[in-house]
């Protein structure tokens, strides 16, 4: 079948308009959104928004949840003000010259009246522009004032003071430092050898000063029951001096059933309690031959 090249082309119309409104509701769409989302925000919980607008701050704090701000010159920075706690490591010297190392764990919190005063001065993370470095002054500071034995021993008071010395450098009301808790606490070898060598001869001379102590308890318990003894044997003579019928009654209950012997007479006389009688010889008795007579001569 042949092929007709005479046909004419046709012409398709398009009509520019329907295209035209939906590229011009998308635009409008698009524009909307945008403006809501630069005049609008939305401040998690635990947070305060310092709002910002052309460089300047403004002084309030935006509370957390959604609000709106004007559009396109105006950003609302985040700050925390929960409580938050950060560890860091601290090298320090006793007043003995003696390096003693150990972990800071620093716990505090922003308060909603300084989140914009924070924000204006101090630039990046709280923490490690402000907190920080007057905690590790406030334990340098203590710890130069002990020894490291001191250090060691009295943690919690050494804990104390750097916390209270760390509130008044920072300020009370201008960020509020909860806690400052001390954690593995190290010293050089030698001398963490000379203060385990110098416990081991606490501990001896507090054992030999017991030892001593109860020697003197018991020395002075033996000096007072001979006293009492003493003073026992003193009254037991006033009572016989005065009622001679006191030996009697001894005699009668330290009697053994025997007949007491009489020694001299009158006021001379004694009582002699009898010895008690031989016992019987376990020898058998021998039995006496009659002696052999010679016999007679006769006459």
């Known amino acids: 079948m042949a092929k007709n090249w005479n046909t004419p082309p046709r012409t398709i119309t398009v009509n520019p308009a329907p295209i035209l409104r939906t590229l011009g509701i998308a635009v409008i769409i698009f524009v909307v959104i945008v403006f809501l989302s630069t005049a609008t925000y939305i401040v998690q919980p635990g947070y305060r928004g310092v709002a910002v607008t052309l460089g300047k701050v403004d002084p309030a704090p935006r509370a957390e949840g959604f609000g709106f701000k004007q559009p396109f010159i105006t950003a609302i920075r985040p700050m925390s003000v929960r409580q938050q706690t950060r560890s860091m490591q601290a090298e320090c010297y006793s007043s003995d010259l003696q390096q003693v190392k150990m972990e800071v764990h620093v716990l505090y919190r922003i308060p909603e009246q300084s989140v914009v005063k924070i924000f204006q001065q101090f630039a990046g993370e709280p923490f490690d522009n402000l907190v920080a470095p007057r905690v590790l002054e406030a334990i340098k500071e203590v710890a130069a004032t002990q020894s490291a034995e001191q250090i060691v021993k009295k943690r919690q008071e050494v804990k104390t003071k750097a916390l209270d010395l760390a509130r008044k450098k920072i300020g009370p009301d201008f960020l509020q430092l909860a806690d400052v808790v001390l ?27 017991f030892t001593q102590l ?25 009572a016989l ?42 020898t058998p008795n021998r039995q006496v031959r009659p002696t052999p007579q010679a016999p007679q001569r006769r006459q």
Do not use: C
């Not at 010293?187 to 507090?206: G, H």
């Not at 020697?215 to 002075?220: G, M, N, S």
């Open 183 to 209: 954690y593995n606490l190290t010293l050089s070898p030698e001398l963490e050898q000379a203060i385990e060598l110098k416990m081991v001869q606490e501990q001896e001379a507090a054992k030999a000063k």
């Open 214 to 238: 109860k020697a003197q308890i018991e020395a002075d318990t033996a000096i007072i029951r001979a006293k009492g003894e003493a003073e026992a044997i003193g009254v037991r003579g006033q």
């Open 241 to 282: 001096k005065a009622n001679p019928a006191f030996v009697k009654l001894e005699m009668i209950q330290n009697w053994n059933g025997r007949s007491p012997l009489v020694v001299g007479s009158g006021e001379g006389a004694h009582l002699m309690l009898q010895p008690p009688a031989q016992p019987a010889s376990a």
